[in-house]
């Protein structure tokens, strides 16, 4: 619960609004950034933001296989998600 309070902050807070609006282009994206130890794709650098987003993408860099089961409700399926790890592929996590 904790986890998906600090996330929803983050993703309310953040820094840096752009991130990745078409669906083709982010599954692009996506499969560009697949890690080859765990199969599941990389998140941004913490260090690319500022207070709840860093911390937010931090413990989504420690927790991808955590996140990747989890539903994400801000309704960005319709950019190509499909689990709340791929909101922080691209700067989605930060606003």
Request: some cysteine; aromatic content about 8%; glycine content about 6%.
């Amino acid at each position: 619960m904790f986890l998906t309070f600090t996330l929803s902050l983050a993703m309310a807070n953040g820094d840096h609004p752009s991130q990745v609006t078409d669906p083709k282009e982010f599954k692009i994206l996506k499969e560009k950034s697949i890690d080859p130890k765990t199969g599941l794709p990389k998140t941004l650098d913490p260090n690319l933001f500022k207070g709840k987003a860093k911390q937010a993408y931090q413990i989504a860099q420690e927790i991808p296989e955590v996140l990747a089961k989890m539903p994400c409700f801000c309704e960005c399926e319709a950019f190509g998600h499909e689990n709340l790890l791929d909101c922080f592929v691209d700067r989605h996590g930060a606003g």
